[in-house]
């Protein structure tokens, strides 16, 4: 077993260490991985705790343990692990940080529901707090599909003891509709508090979806105009090019709706949409955020679109259909792009529409939020400016390419008033010299700490959810034409109807 000397990474040997050590330090825990030996486990949960052991962000009494249905030894599991790690983590390998990582991570196959089995996970539990000094204080991350949540909360309640504190992450989709998200939430709330339960969604970990909290409330030249007077709508874009990577048995149950709208959009319209908080702390910013949500609908279903590629060519390589995936029905109509357009009904936001669209296999891979600002009434110049000239756009890239991009217009040297749009470009690789963190690093650590702040609570999930039945409960009376756009394009001409009918147009980046 391992001994309890201090994470080896000194602020010498990495400079991020001094400003990052400010944060307050975890108490010592152990973090129990359910699902452990599979594909999240391995390419972002345990490259995050690698690397927040790189920065000594770990408390020194810390343990992980491993839980999954495959038969394995800790030390093929670690093997795996550090494979992973080499691949995966943002950091170079150093074997120092990873000896003292693996020396404390054990692994323990067995069922979710097998009695004796959990016998033996919560005696290795009791040997970490022996041994290491964990107090009793339990990280629960449930990498696992939701219909084994339910099961594990529910043996997990019944089992844990008065000693410590303990804490609950649930991976999306939290539930399939409401009712289900509903009777999940009452069985968990039968055991464990709201205070002890993080359901996370990994988009409200990244930077650049955090910068729109400083970029708003830290600024006093936007929150003054971030309002219907002056903002004309709101684009907001989740591309990606890939297709379903192996995953049709999720996909065909959940489709575009349940894996990105009703999740990563939604959260991204709530945090563009929301009034100032109070403070900062997770109450504060999440009923903010579960006002917009309980004020956002789509006007009707014709302002809904939904599609599915066909065959075509992605970054010059052809792909196949979604029909022709792997595990996916010939006549499937399953969504992989959606769209739609969105109203918030409160003061800040009436008559303002926000557009938003989600797709697999789209011409690249791209999120962003665009705020386009109405054109300014009457310049002097509007003859000779002309089409070089476009309204204000302030431009969040979240990803790949994270940072900040202001359109606005200026003249072009040279005789007479010619104007065209330029761009001031804030890029995070430029202007800060540390890496970004991955968003699981910052998430782990948060739920380490106890930090809500970036978790989704329950009525915002059930606010979610409840949107997005009404959407699906009119697709139930209509058999889609699908495929209806090809792979490597930006989606069905029926989204391009959806926003040109107002007289705009999506954004092409």
Known sequence: MATTEEPPATTEE?????????????????????????????????????????????????????????????????????KSIREHARDGFKQEVWDWLSSRMEYAPMEFSDDLAEDKMAQQLTKFDEE??????????????????????????????????TR????????HDLASAKELNTQISEHFGENEVFRIDHYLGKETVQNMLALRFANGIFEPIW??????????TVAESMGIEGRAGYYEQAGAIRDIFQNHLL??????????????????????????????????????????????FVEGEEVPGYREEEGVAPDSVTETYFAAKLYVDNWRWADTPFYVRAGKRLARRETTIAIQFKRAPHPPFEDSAGEGLRPNVLLIHIQPDEGVSLAVGAKVPGQGMSIRTVHMDFLY????????????????????????????????????????????????????LFPNYEAGSWGPSAADDLIHRDGRSWRRH
């Open 14 to 82: 990495n400079p991020l260490l001094e400003g990052l050590r400010l944060r307050r330090t975890p108490e010592p825990c152990v973090a129990v991985i359910f699902g452990a030996s599979g594909d999240l486990a391995h390419r972002k949960l345990l490259p995050a705790l690698y690397a927040l052991a790189y920065r000594s962000l770990l408390p020194d009494k810390f343990a992980i343990l491993g839980v999954a249905r495959t038969e394995q030894s800790t030390a093929e599991w670690r093997a795996d692990i550090e």
């Open 429 to 480: 690789g430029g202007a800060f010299r540390t890496g970004l963190p991955e968003a699981y690093e910052r998430l782990i650590l948060d739920a380490l700490l106890g930090d809500a702040t970036l978790f989704t609570r329950t009525d915002e999930v059930e606010e979610q959810w409840s949107l997005v039945d009404t959407i699906v409960a009119a697709w139930k009376r209509d058999r889609p």
């Open 227 to 236: 309002n219907r007077q002056f903002i004309d709508h709101v684009q907001i």
């Open 132 to 165: 290491l000094g964990t107090m009793g204080n339990r990280l629960y991350y449930l990498a696992v599909p939701p219909s084994a949540i339910g099961t594990i909360v529910g043996e997990l309640g019944t089992r844990r003891s008065s000693k410590g504190w």
């Open 267 to 312: 959260q991204l319209v709530a945090l563009t949409a929301m009034e100032p908080p109070v403070d900062f702390n997770a109450d504060s910013v999440r009923n903010e955020k579960v006002k917009v949500l309980h004020a956002l609908h789509t006007p009707g279903p014709k302002h809904i679109v939904r599609g599915q590629y066909g065959r075509g």
């Open 168 to 175: 609950i992450i649930a991976e999306k989709p939290f539930g």
